[in-house]
C-alpha cells in the first residue's frame, strides 16, 4: 500500500475521530477497496488495482495509527495480521527489520452501540449491582468527610 496515501488519508479523518471512544477507526479491506470509518461510516475509500489477499475488518485507535505512520519510511507499506491476534505489524515494505506493532482497539457489540447511540448504558445485572454497591460506598465516604484519592 502506497505509505503516504495511508497517512494522508488518516490525517483528514483525524478531525472526527472521537477521543471518549479511543479516536477509534475502523480499517476495512475487501477486494480491490481499503476502507476508512468512523462510527460505522466509510470517510475515506480507496480503490486498488490489484486484490488483496485477505479480507481485513478491525478497530484501532486512529492518533496512535497516524504516530506510527509518520515514522515508517519509504514509499510502500504492508499491513499484517492474523486472525485472533489483538494487533496488526505495519512495517516498511520489504524490510522486516522496520517493523511497528498496533493493538487492536475492542470492538463494540450491538448493544454497546445501541447503548452509546441512545445514550444509555445497557450492563448485565451482575454489572449493575457492582455498580451501585461502588456507588454507595462513595456516597458513605464523602458523608463521612473522606476522600477517594484512587480513580476505581
Known amino acids: 500500500m502506497p505509505r503516504m496515501n495511508f497517512t494522508d488519508s488518516v490525517k483528514q479523518v483525524q478531525g472526527i475521530l472521537d477521543k471518549d471512544d479511543n479516536w477509534r ?15 460505522g461510516k466509510v470517510v475515506v475509500d480507496h480503490i486498488f488495482s490489484h486484490s488483496f ?3 481485513l475488518d478491525l478497530d484501532v485507535n486512529g492518533k496512535f495509527l497516524l504516530s506510527l505512520l509518520n515514522k515508517i519510511p519509504g514509499e510502500n507499506l504492508d499491513i499484517c495480521f492474523m486472525e485472533d491476534k489483538k494487533y496488526i505489524i505495519l512495517k516498511k515494505h520489504g524490510a522486516d527489520n522496520l517493523t511497528s506493532l498496533l493493538s487492536i482497539v475492542r470492538r463494540r457489540d450491538d448493544h454497546t452501540n445501541e447503548a452509546l447511540q441512545e445514550g444509555t448504558n ?8 457492582k455498580l451501585k454497591d461502588i456507588w454507595t460506598n462513595i456516597s458513605i ?6 476522600r477517594i484519592i484512587a480513580k476505581l
Open 141 to 146: 465516604l464523602f458523608q463521612e468527610g473522606f
Open 122 to 129: 445497557i450492563a448485565a445485572d451482575d454489572d449493575k449491582e
Open 53 to 55: 489477499k485477505h479480507e
Open 25 to 39: 477507526l475502523t480499517l476495512e479491506a475487501k477486494v480491490k477497496t481499503f476502507n476508512l470509518k468512523v462510527n
